[in-house]
DNA sequence: GACTCAATGTTTACGATGTCAACATTGCAC
DNA sequence: GTGCAATGTTGACATCGTAAACATTGAGTC
């Protein structure tokens, strides 16, 4: 993770640490170029050590692309927290917890865009049992936030309980699309301010989809109480309010 | 893309459509594979000719995964299209919208699950211009059904012509990442039942993030006519209505 | 009908990659 | 100190993408 060590020409036999080296720099590969950048070859290189020393802390290059998206994923969460921080607290619990979903997808995007490299290799396709290869990024931080949001949604009472249940998956499944879609999807084509657009309409309509209604983008006290039938607002615009 | 000529060991030097035999291997290996099992010296092999032979119809190997990754696009529209057509219509207009809207997005997930070599080629990320990398796609039947069908749904009512821009995209980027997350995600790993649940689940927020609001989902006249303030329904259970 | 030539395939070869087997070096335990 | 297990290295092999040089053929042209 550090700086030093990862460079070539060392003066001892052996690393010392070949393991943390070599999936640094296997990361730093990720970074620049996706999964298909993680080449064993180079990553050894840049360590400074022969190809094969990585055997003896990897599998094979199987193994070691999986270390690094676990890494690459841990980047993810770490960003979506980081944004979760970021923005000003709510004194209203309820636009609080709206606030807090909304970072966390912001979150989810701006790393996918800041950093596609990654966040492409945090999905790539890999075979294997899924359960070990997710339950790291489920148990994360990032990710517990956003059950623990819907859950002061429900709380709360701006989220009907009827429709608590599956929404981290509809909101999950928003937000990586819109991300899948910008870095290897037609939206990568778009001039930056048009983007910025979209990505506010999706986020609105994310919210709205998980709600089963809209809610007031600026003004007072829009959000009804957990009573049925909780009136609903009238509109919103497509453009780009909200950073 | 037929059956003959595609296997080894033909009579004459000369194999008379070497282009599209080795692109329908190649598309077989997709549909195997990924496109990481696109391979050009596989391909050849398979047609039975030299894998320099391959370099007389296609620049090289990314132009070769290109053209594998339009064939697989054309055929997720094809799908759509398909799921389109097999549902019965309904009488209402409005709701013969949503009942389309609905058939394209099932349309689309179930040519992920269904193929899902196909559709990871269909997205597979690749540099060049993107303008071009996806300007069939959005031409293509499958996706004018879509911009069709949401013009419908303003037409008639349901939509408020105030939540139609972006919508598309938010339907797109929805099932892309539902889609996504089944292939390449977590979602992978759940049984068929509850996997189900989820799509509809996320299929319904879809529509609702569009709509801006619920829509009944079995009884009768649930939908108002474009006034404003039109009255929501009451609720959706997150279970696997719809098939 | 023979000749020409551009189109189409083939052979050979090179560099890069993942990986294995055999060998070298070293730190640590006794 | 000695011996052994851990850790790196060298060399080799199969596969892949790709370039250069060569071979075959079909389609015109006289």
Same mark, same amino acid.
């Given at each position: 993770?550090?700086?030093?060590?990862t460079t070539a020409?060392r003066?001892?036999?052996?690393?010392?640490?070949?393991?943390?080296?070599?999936?640094?720099?296997a990361l730093?590969?990720?970074?620049?170029g996706?999964?298909?950048?993680?080449v064993l070859?180079?990553a050894?290189?840049?360590?400074g050590v022969?190809?094969?020393?990585?055997?003896?802390h990897?599998a094979?290059?199987?193994?070691?692309?999986e270390?690094?998206?676990?890494?690459c994923?841990?980047?993810?969460?770490?960003?979506?927290?980081?944004?979760?921080?970021a923005?000003?607290?709510?004194s209203?619990?309820q636009r609080?917890?709206?606030?807090?979903?909304r970072?966390?997808?912001r979150?989810?995007?701006?790393f996918?865009?800041?950093?596609?490299?990654?966040?492409r290799?945090?999905?790539?396709?890999?075979d294997?049992?899924l *359960?070990?290869q997710?339950?790291a %990024?489920? #148990? &994360?931080?990032g990710?517990q936030?956003?059950?623990?949001? @819907? /859950? +002061?949604?429900?709380d709360?009472g701006?989220?009907?309980?009827?429709?608590?249940v599956?929404?981290e998956?509809?909101?999950?499944?928003?937000?990586h699309?819109?991300?899948?879609?910008i870095? *290897?999807?037609?939206l990568?084509a %778009?001039? #930056? &301010?048009?983007?910025e657009?979209v990505?506010?309409?999706? @986020? /609105? +309509?994310?919210?709205t989809?998980i709600?089963?209604?809209?809610v007031?983008?600026?003004g007072g006290a829009g959000?009804?109480?957990?009573t049925r039938?909780?009136?609903?607002?009238?509109?919103a615009s497509a453009?780009g309010?909200h950073?």
């Amino acid at each position: 993770m550090d700086g030093m060590s990862t460079t070539a020409s060392r003066g001892t036999y052996h690393h010392g640490d070949l393991a943390n080296a070599l999936s640094s720099a296997a990361l730093d590969l990720a970074r620049r170029g996706g999964p298909e950048a993680v080449v064993l070859r180079e990553a050894a290189r840049q360590v400074g050590v022969s190809a094969t020393a990585a055997y003896r802390h990897f599998a094979g290059h199987e193994d070691l692309i999986e270390t690094v998206q676990q890494l690459c994923q841990t980047e993810l969460v770490g960003r979506m927290a980081a944004e979760l921080a970021a923005g000003v607290p709510e004194s209203d619990p309820q636009r609080e917890a709206l606030r807090r979903l909304r970072a966390l997808g912001r979150g989810y995007v701006q790393f996918a865009q800041s950093e596609p490299g990654l966040f492409r290799t945090a999905f790539c396709h890999r075979d294997g049992p899924l *359960d070990e290869q997710w339950a790291a %990024l489920l #148990a &994360a931080p990032g990710f517990q936030e956003l059950t623990a949001t @819907l /859950d +002061a949604m429900a709380d709360t009472g701006v989220l009907d309980p009827a429709h608590r249940v599956g929404a981290e998956l509809v909101a999950w499944t928003g937000v990586h699309g819109l991300s899948m879609l910008i870095l *290897d999807g037609p939206l990568g084509a %778009l001039p #930056a &301010a048009e983007l910025e657009g979209v990505i506010n309409r999706v @986020l /609105d +309509a994310i919210t709205t989809g998980i709600l089963g209604r809209e809610v007031t983008p600026g003004g007072g006290a829009g959000i009804a109480p957990r009573t049925r039938a909780g009136g609903p607002t009238r509109r919103a615009s497509a453009g780009g309010r909200h950073t």
